[in-house]
């Protein structure tokens, strides 16, 4: 019923760019905040960016912030994750995730509806 649907992940060189795309279908979720998370092996998922319901306010890790950008489209039910200077320890799956609410959250105990994710591979 409810989906997210990540699309633009693929192989790209270090230094290289990407950009991800996140479609919800089956409602809105033009009131909740929405971020991007990724897991590599053996590792936790991890936050990457978040937007609020309206695009005033956006947070990044620090590991990606300046190289990463996320923006969104309430009228198109989107969510955008570009991705620059890509470096190897890029490599992950990207999540898309709709917060529970409309504050930005960074925990994905925070996230009510989460996308299959798409693979990022980032080669050195």
């Known amino acids: 019923q409810v989906q997210l649907v990540e699309s633009g992940g693929g192989l790209v060189q270090a230094g290289g760019s990407l950009r991800l795309s996140c479609v919800v279908s089956?409602?809105?979720?033009?009131?909740?905040?929405m971020d991007w998370f990724r897991q590599a092996p053996g590792k936790e998922r991890e936050f990457v960016a978040g937007?609020?319901?309206?695009?005033?306010?956006?947070r990044y890790a620090d590991s990606v912030k300046g190289r990463f950008t996320i923006s969104r489209d309430n009228a198109k039910n989107a969510v955008y994750l570009q991705m620059n200077s890509l470096k190897p320890e890029d490599t992950a799956v990207y999540y898309c995730?709709?917060?529970?609410?409309?504050?930005?959250?960074?925990?994905?105990?925070?996230?009510?509806?989460w996308g299959k994710g798409t693979l990022v591979t980032v080669s050195s």
């Open positions: 937007i609020n319901w309206n695009s005033s306010y956006m």
């Open positions: 089956g409602r809105t979720f033009s009131n909740n905040a």
């Open positions: 995730a709709a917060s529970q609410g409309s504050v930005v959250l960074t925990s994905y105990r925070g996230m009510a509806y």
